[in-house]
Structure formats: C-alpha cells, structure tokens
C-alpha cells in the first residue's frame, strides 16, 4: 500500500523505438516477447546488447543468483517455474557463451577440441596458457572443486561423466590429491607398485 501510494510503478519501462517515448512493460509481456525468441533462435539466451528485452533477462538472470544466494528479490517461485518451463538458462556469462551462441553448443564445440587434443597428444592436459581450450580446461577444474566441496557450480553429472569417460585430470596442480603429497612422490608409489 505504501508503494502505491507514492505511484510505485510495478511494471518494467521500455522505449518505444518508433515513437522514441517511454512505456510501461509488464513482466508477462516480456515474458511472451522471450517466448517468441525462443520459437524464432532455439533457445533463451538474449544478448544483452540486443536492447529491452536482453536487459530483462540479464535482470532475471541477476535476480535468480540474489535468490540463490538468500537476497530477497521480485524473482516469485511461480516466475521461476515459468521461465524453466521454457528452457530459460540461468547461467549465460561470456565464461559460457560465446559470440551469442548457447553455452550447451560452446560446451560440446570444446568438449570436441579436447577429444581430439587427447588424440594427438595422449592426455588432457592442456596448458593453461594455450588459448580458448586450455581456458576451458581450467574452468572445467574449477566447476569440478566447487560441485565436490559443496559450493554453488556448473558442472552438471552429464558433463562429468563425460569428460571421466575421455580420461580427463582433475588435479592438475603440482600437489596430488593423495594426501598432499607432491605428484612426483605419488608418481614414484605408484611406479613401485608396478
């Protein structure tokens, strides 16, 4: 009542490009115009810089991390339940997509380059420094530590059955997971048990 009564607006402003004037949006009307997106692209991932409706879902996007993270946000459960109900992807950063294309397409397009990495080389480690997919490796890693100590990840079972079915390295740090010790001292143990 008191948001009412100082003329609170309850509904998103947008510019209208043909009159140049400013109007009111709901969130249903965004919601029907990403709807129609999705039928048109295949998916629901708007570049920001595409204007209005970009602008709305990064909002959303925002809005959904608030919410995961306990912050009171506009985000209701039953919009939630709406947005998922059509494939809307939470997580759309430049880490996962790129030059506006989805971040499952990235994803495999990498997970590819990797394969044929291990081909030519015979493992998955690839250096750090080497471009796009020695970035994804490392971002790989990452998303792995943070799913197995419990934090907030991206790195669904699929795609860690995955990169476990290629061989992938988990640990690729000069210390092992075998109780700290160094990798080389670990290496020598296990040469000694051949």
């Known amino acids: 009542r008191k948001l009412n009564g100082i003329g609170f607006a309850w509904q998103c402003r947008a510019r209208n490009d043909k009159t140049g004037t400013d109007t009111y949006v709901s969130w249903e009307n965004r919601f029907k115009q990403l709807v129609a997106f999705k039928e048109e692209h295949g998916h629901c991932k708007v570049p ?15 809005e959904y991390r608030k ?3 306990g912050e009171k946000t506009s985000l209701s459960e ?15 950063s430049g880490r996962s997509v790129e030059a506006g294309r989805p971040s499952e397409v990235v994803w495999e397009d990498r997970f590819e380059q990797l394969v044929a990495y291990k081909e030519e080389h015979g493992h998955c ?15 790989q890693r990452a998303e792995y530590q943070k799913k197995h100590c419990g934090k907030k990840h991206f790195l669904s079972d699929d795609r860690e059955k995955k990169l476990k079915g290629i061989g992938f390295t988990w640990q690729c740090h000069v210390r092992s997971v075998e109780a700290g010790r160094s990798s080389e001292a670990a290496w020598e143990d296990r040469f000694e048990q051949l």
């Open 67 to 69: 919410n995961l993270l």
């Open 125 to 139: 480690r690839v250096p750090r420094g080497s471009g796009p997919l020695g970035n994804w490796v490392k971002q």
């Open 48 to 62: 920001q810089s595409s204007g209005p409706l970009g602008n709305w879902v990064s909002n959303r996007r925002a």
């Open 78 to 92: 039953d919009r939630v339940r709406k947005l998922n109900g059509i494939g809307f992807t939470w997580q759309c």
